[in-house]
């Protein structure tokens, strides 16, 4: 018959098999139940849509104070993406380009963000009465099988301008220079437009090309050399609901690589050590004589 040790030395062997099974989890920190959702958020874009006007420095802060986002060397026709921002009021603010930011600004305007609502803040018009422009983005999704586009006239060099399928119907007409349209829920497809002055102003052909749930900004320009047109297709939204973005400084540090455990697969490891001690203890309970 295997000898069968004492009572006191079994309680100290699962004692110890205890502790073996609490120093397994300890170094694997339980996740603390889901966080509560950050606050809300919406979106701000920048552009610069003046055809004579040099590059410039554009900064954005929360009115109430921070640390300011700074873009440097921002030129015609630049469009940056999305940058997700709590909500709250911004203060927008240009300068030439190499200025420093003790200068005054030349142009701030402020623009409040709603809760999932988009913006773009644009510098529009010519260098001799330049502004920004607050211009509310419509994210919303089109209808099934469609897609949603509007036209940003920042062309001077067509300052009324009518867009239409080459060949085909108008799309919008009599659109002014640094204005722009509601966005229009069209067929998808390999686009082929059609970009005319009033009065004889230059005239040109620009494609696109729009997918089916996509949400787009075509945005005119004057050409960087000759006297035509041209233009830049920009995703406001995607089909699947993202809104293209790019990184803006929170403060909040980036990930400690820490490994943790779910609250779920800790409890299944514990349940399996304790289950694990008693069939032990049953076992060596049976050999008893």
């Known amino acids: 018959m295997t000898p069968v040790p004492p009572a006191n030395s079994r309680r100290r062997r699962y004692r110890a098999i205890a502790v073996v099974l609490v120093a397994m989890l300890a170094p694997l920190p ?89 913006y773009t803040v644009a510098g529009v018009g010519k260098h001799a009465d330049l502004g920004l422009k607050v211009i509310e983005d419509d994210l919303s999704l089109p209808p099934a099988g469609k897609a949603k586009v509007r036209i940003v006239q920042a062309s001077v060099r067509a300052p009324v301008m ?3 399928i080459s060949g085909g119907a108008t799309i919008a007409d009599n659109i002014a220079f640094a204005t722009t349209t509601d966005y229009l829920a069209v067929a998808p497809g390999h ?3 059609k970009a005319q002055g009033a009065g004889g102003s230059p005239s040109s052909t620009l494609t696109a090309t729009l997918a089916a749930g996509n949400v787009y900004s075509l945005i005119v320009l004057d050409a960087k050399t000759g006297n035509g047109l041209t233009a830049q297709l920009r995703a406001d939204a995607q089909r699947t609901g993202k809104v293209p973005t790019g990184s803006v400084a929170t403060g909040a540090g980036g990930s400690t690589g820490r490994r943790t455990v779910p609250v779920a697969v800790a409890a299944v490891l514990l349940l399996a050590g304790v289950t694990g001690l008693v069939a032990r203890w049953r076992r060596l309970r049976l050999a008893r004589p």
């Open 30 to 118: 339980l996740a603390a139940a889901p966080a509560a959702a950050a606050g809300p958020v919406g979106y701000v874009r920048l552009a610069h849509l003046s055809p004579d006007t040099p590059d410039v420095d554009v900064y954005l802060n929360a009115v109430t104070g921070g640390t300011p986002q700074r873009f440097p060397g921002v030129g015609y026709g630049t469009v940056s993406n999305y940058l997700t921002v709590p909500t709250g009021t911004y203060a927008v603010s240009m300068r030439a380009a190499g200025a420093p930011a003790s200068d005054p600004p030349v142009l701030t305007t402020n623009v409040t963000v709603a809760a999932g609502q988009a």
């Open 162 to 164: 009518t867009v239409s």
């Open 191 to 193: 686009w082929t437009l």
